[in-house]
């Protein structure tokens, strides 16, 4: 099962024929108190969660937890060379549920922008942000669609992934910094839960907290092409050697063969 059958409910789940497995990759367990996902869990034979704070959380609830993170199409999302060089593109990519985050960097990203003439900002989503105090010529929104958005990261140059300090954020899986990672592109992103496990396993990104460390990262890396590329490379080397569905999805199949 992924995640409960209706939303925030418990329901058929422990009817279902044994055995059963769980796997969570959002904090869903914050909804309505939680009652529904302890439920669940532990009606699971095993629960698979996306990172390491869910899972301390469900072996509260489960007999049986274990890791598994999300994987990257490292095939289909990789890097390439960028056809225009002359403008560096600091991208961002998600849905409007988490425009709070994005909206949160707008001081930063407003002196960034207007610090550098050569720097643009996109936002590639299924709806259009607001950041009413930035040159609307110096950002630009691109509709979400499948076929589009790897060629949409492998578009930019910095890949944005700002959080809240929350649990609801601790939940998170990183999606949106592997998708930059596995395009080679360099990371700035809030260091919480997951997203600072990541920065952990190599020099790939920089964590940011507070306007000025956005600013001053986003100085660093618009300035050097160099790191740029440094960050990128080793960026998409962590994917390859753990995120990539080819290393995930033997052991996803383990995982369901064993229970």
Same mark, same amino acid.
């Not at 072996?59 to 937890?65: E, L």
């Not at 669609?145 to 300090?165: N, W």
């Given at each position: 099962m992924q995640r409960e059958m209706l939303s925030s409910l418990a329901t058929l789940e422990g009817l279902t024929k044994r055995p059963r497995l769980l796997d969570v990759d959002d904090a869903i367990h914050l909804l309505r108190g939680g009652r529904f996902a302890r439920r669940i869990a532990g009606a699971c034979d095993r629960v698979i969660c996306g990172n390491a704070w869910l899972a301390d959380v469900y072996?509260?609830?489960? #007999?049986? $937890?274990v890791i598994l993170p999300t994987g990257v199409d490292a095939d289909?999302?990789?890097?390439?060379?960028?056809?225009?060089?002359d403008r560096l593109v600091i991208g961002w990519i998600g849905t409007a549920a988490n425009f709070?985050?994005?909206?949160?960097?707008?001081?930063?990203?407003?002196?960034v922008l207007a610090r550098y003439d050569h720097v643009d900002l996109r936002i590639v989503s299924n709806a259009r942000p607001s950041f009413p105090t930035i040159d609307s010529s110096r950002w630009s929104f691109v509709q979400w669609?499948?076929? #589009?958005? $790897?060629?949409?990261?492998?578009?930019?140059?910095?890949?944005?992934?700002?959080?809240?300090?929350t649990d609801w954020a601790r939940g998170k899986c990183s999606f949106k910094m592997l998708q930059y990672m596995a395009c080679g592109k360099p990371?700035?992103?809030s260091p919480i839960g997951m997203n600072a496990d990541i920065l952990a396993m190599?020099?790939?990104?920089?964590?940011?907290r507070?306007?000025?460390e956005w600013v001053d990262a986003l100085d660093l890396l618009v300035a050097s092409h160099a790191e740029r590329s440094r960050l990128g490379r080793a960026g998409r080397t962590v994917i390859e050697r753990t995120f990539s569905l080819t290393m995930?999805?033997?052991?996803?199949?383990?995982?369901?063969?064993?229970v």
């Open positions: 072996s509260g609830w489960a #007999r049986d $937890v289909r999302y990789h890097p390439i060379e960028k056809t225009q060089a709070p985050y994005l909206e949160s960097l707008e001081p930063a990203l407003k002196i669609s499948e076929p #589009r958005e $790897v060629s949409e990261i492998q578009a930019t140059d910095i890949g944005l992934m700002p959080l809240a300090d990371v700035i992103v190599d020099t790939l990104g920089i964590g940011a507070g306007i000025d995930l999805v033997p052991k996803l199949a383990h995982h369901l063969r064993d």
